[in-house]
């Protein structure tokens, strides 16, 4: 038994059919076929899965599939036009903020949902921020150091 | 049941897959107890493979795999290795339940003790750990029918190792077997052998005729995967009354679980070897009792034997300062192997290669501001708060054995380097894009670097022990400066030549002895008496790693590799209840360390040269993992002594704190 959804994945609508009890992880993965959305435990503490439902950062491992219907999602696919590097992305770049990069998308859809809420933050509001991810490569520095970074630069990007 | 394709059991693989192959230790008897690929008759611990469905979808495995029903007598369970020889045997064969045996004895051990004033003795207990990359196991496996070749994908730390252990375990040649290992999530020492399932897979790919997936979840990373550490140990120290250490007595017992993964054997022969650590000690005996019990096996984890000896002997030195009345820091000053004594040949038999232990120290100490925070201990104490200081010295084993590289140099004077040596987050493709570009005078951009395919590289032995830069990035100068001779014979530049001649070529195989990082780390901590919550105030890192390459990547394996070390002094440990069920088999039970509990960590580097290698490079993957235990679990001891507490085992979690305290009326 499938049921027919609709979801806008990064901007563009998509529609395909899943089993009641499919993750939103498992459709973004397997059925829409963006795998920059990884999953790292299925039990919503590692946040690796993190997407934006509407604009706001979920465990996609917590969801169901059909959950999403008729709803807008982003993925670390829509973060960036094409070719490209979002801000966040590239002040992990060049902080080196990533090892096995296996978590990365998962921060980067956290972070920039809190930048946009909170543009000017101090280092502990970060360290908080980002305590929903697990990182098992970086120890964490350098990537609150990549958001310091991001942060000062979206808000030029606004003033300019 | 539609869509499930096959349900294979251990009788299913009989003549088709045997079990992955035991490993071997020098000097050391290693039993012949290989972890089968699926069980046959008897399960040796909570997670052993017993069945594997094959069905067109994960959802629908998972369906059948429900309805496959096995039938399990309750076996006694023996999970301390302590008094794992008196138990009922997990393998007929393997007498005593003893799957590694190894002995050292050097000087006259006998002699320092009897002639002692002073012998220090402690018991200790290291629980076993999670390696737990973000990115779980898993396996892609197709058998092209016509060529007989069976391409296996596989989140792996190189593809040699996998090579050669699936090669063993399907008796499949090498030049019918590829592996390919691409992107990897993270490793740790946990994906150096493949799990059986790999192997599971591979076979039932070629039972089947069918291209297979697996993907494991995190629970089965928990209860299947190889975990760390898991060692007690029983050691002694001789001293003389000025502090010279005279001898070292230890019994090690590790907790090696129910079989032996490839590399199951290696981390308690290395903490063996390790246990002098950095001091001159002229007598020691060690044992090592690998013993069986009723848990998923051991295997390395970031650090891999090396922070069970450092957190050892480090402890040593701490309770022997105390005794003798001295200070740590005197005590261990009084008793390093001084720099000119490289290269020096430790009592168990190693040879550090190079290294400036004292500088180490000395750097470690400036960079937490020793003075300040024994002020700040007084006074803290003065109002009957619990701060301490602890210092972990640590030495690690890295490179070894060969490496090589293959160089092709453009007309265009690109370079495309492949190497055997491969990358699971340390950032290969940089550094030794980077070494590549030193060499020969180009733009770190124009280099190429390819890795992680066993059909289309070339030979390698694997990232492990912090062995890439010094083995495979030694293998890529030695290849560089063939072409470079090749040039400056023909009395041009390598460019030029490459240009004239249509591309160049070249490629070099490296082997070396072991090279020896070392350092010295400082914890500051303070213990609150009213929940026993241990705060780390401060964290110096100083690792001597040989010449840094790149100091960006160098700190991120340094922070890293800390953070993992702070979270087994804080949170981590793998809890079995009295069955032998692994009762933290998630991340919830099982935390790893977040962004909002680090403390301030700073991190430097000294740099004494190994001399045996062209970079003069150590190893810099794991010091963090293994110095900060050792450090933190010596502050944790000081910050404790005043309430006439002696030792402390790690986790230092906030409810074994606060029994402690309250036991000491505090």
Not at chain 1, 4 to 24: C, F, H, K, S
Not at chain 1, 118 to 136: M, V, W
Not at chain 2, 571 to 586: F, M, S
Request: net charge negative.
């Amino acid at each position: 038994m499938t049921s027919r959804i609709a979801v806008e994945l990064n901007g563009r609508l998509y529609e395909g059919d899943v089993e009641p009890r499919t993750l939103l992880s498992d459709f973004i993965r397997h059925g829409a076929g963006l795998t920059g959305t990884h999953v790292g435990c299925e039990h919503g503490v590692c946040g690796a899965c993190t997407v934006q439902l509407e604009g706001e950062p979920v465990r996609s491992c917590l969801m169901l599939a059909v959950q999403a219907d008729g709803r807008s999602l982003r993925t670390v696919e829509g973060l960036a036009p094409a070719g490209g590097l979002h801000p966040i992305q590239a002040a992990f770049q060049e902080r080196h903020a990533l090892q096995c990069g296996f978590c990365t998308p998962g921060f980067l859809l956290s972070i920039e949902a809190f930048l946009r809420e909170r543009p000017d933050p101090g280092a502990a509001e970060i360290r908080e921020a980002l305590a929903g991810n697990l990182c098992r490569c970086t120890g964490y520095r350098a990537i609150v150091e990549a958001v310091e970074l991001a942060a000062e630069r979206l808000r030029a990007g606004r003033g300019a | 049941m539609p869509g499930v394709a096959a349900v294979l059991t251990g009788a299913d693989l009989e003549g088709r897959a045997r079990p992955l192959p035991t490993g071997s230790v020098e000097d050391g008897v290693v039993a012949d107890a290989g972890h089968p690929v699926l069980a046959r008759g008897k399960v040796r611990y909570a997670g052993e493979p017993v069945a594997i469905v094959v069905a067109r979808s994960r959802a629908l495995a998972e369906d059948a795999a429900e309805l496959v029903e096995v039938e399990y007598d309750p076996l006694e369970p023996v999970l301390d290795p302590r008094t794992a020889g008196g138990a009922p045997l997990l393998h007929d064969h393997v007498p005593g339940n003893v799957l590694v045996s190894w002995a050292r004895t050097s000087g006259d051990v006998e002699g320092a003790f009897s002639r002692a004033d002073r012998v220090v003795a402690q018991s200790f207990h290291i629980p076993r750990l999670v390696a737990a990359p973000i990115e779980a196991r898993g396996a892609i496996a197709r058998h092209e029918v016509r060529e007989d070749v069976l391409t296996v994908w596989c989140s792996a730390q190189d593809p040699h190792r996998p090579l050669a252990q699936l090669g063993a375990a399907l008796d499949r040649d090498p030049d019918r077997l590829r592996v390919v290992v691409p992107d990897v999530g993270g490793a740790f020492g946990s994906k150096g052998a493949v799990g059986v399932e790999v192997a599971a897979v591979a076979a039932a790919a070629v039972e089947l005729g069918l291209p297979l997936r697996w993907t494991e979840d995190r629970a089965e990373n928990f209860l299947s995967a190889y975990q760390g550490r898991g060692l007690d140990a029983d050691v002694e120290l001789a001293l003389a009354v000025d502090g010279r250490i005279l001898g070292l007595r230890a019994v090690l017992y590790a907790d090696l679980g129910g079989y032996l993964y490839p590399t199951t054997a290696v981390a308690p022969h290395t903490t063996a070897m390790l246990l002098t650590g950095a001091y001159a000690i002229p007598a020691a005996a060690v044992q090592v009792i690998g013993a069986a019990t009723t848990k998923v096996p051991t295997g390395p984890y970031r650090g891999a034997g090396r922070p069970e000896a450092a957190f050892l002997v480090e402890r040593m030195v701490d309770l022997a300062a105390r005794d003798l009345g001295l200070e740590p820091v005197e005590l261990r000053r009084r008793n390093f192997v001084p720099p000119e004594a490289f290269p020096y040949e430790t009592p168990m038999g190693w040879t550090y290669d190079s290294g400036d232990f004292e500088r180490c120290l000395d750097t470690a100490l400036e960079l937490v501001g020793l003075d300040r925070w024994r002020a700040e201990r007084e006074r803290a104490r003065a109002e009957g708060r619990l701060v301490g200081i602890g210092i972990g010295m640590y030495i690690e084993r890295a490179g070894g054995l060969w490496e090589s590289a293959e160089a092709r140099l453009e007309p265009d004077g690109r370079l495309l380097v492949r190497t055997g040596s491969s990358p699971h987050g340390q950032g290969h493709e940089t550094t030794f894009a980077q070494i590549a570009a030193e060499e020969l005078g180009i733009d770190p951009a124009a280099v190429e670097v390819r890795w992680g395919d066993s059909l289309a590289g070339p030979a390698g032995v694997g990232t492990f022990a912090s062995r890439s830069v010094a083995m495979g990035g030694s293998a890529l100068v030695v290849a560089l400066r063939e072409l470079k001779e090749r040039a400056a014979g023909a009395g041009v530049g390598v460019l030029e030549l490459a240009a004239s001649e249509g591309g160049l070529e070249v490629s070099a195989r490296f082997g070396s002895g072991l090279v020896f990082a070392s350092g010295a780390y400082v914890a500051v901590v303070e213990v609150r008496r009213a929940t026993g919550r241990l705060e780390v105030l401060h964290l110096a890192a100083v690792d001597d790693s040989g010449r840094i390459v790149n100091p960006l990547l160098a700190e991120g394996q340094v922070l890293g590799a800390t953070v993992q070390g702070l979270g087994q002094c804080l949170v981590e440990e793998a809890v079995h209840d009295e069955e032998g069920q692994l009762t933290t088999a998630n991340f919830a039970d099982y935390s790893l360390l977040t962004a909002a509990e680090l403390p301030p960590i700073e991190s430097r580097f000294v740099e004494t040269l190994s001399p045996l290698n062209p970079l003069g490079a150590k190893g810099i993957g794991e010091g963090g993992a293994i110095a900060t235990p050792a450090a933190v679990a010596n502050a944790v001891a000081d910050a404790l002594a005043p309430i006439g507490v002696r030792h402390v085992d790690p986790p230092f979690t906030e409810p074994k704190l606060w029994r402690l305290l309250r036991e000491a009326g505090a």
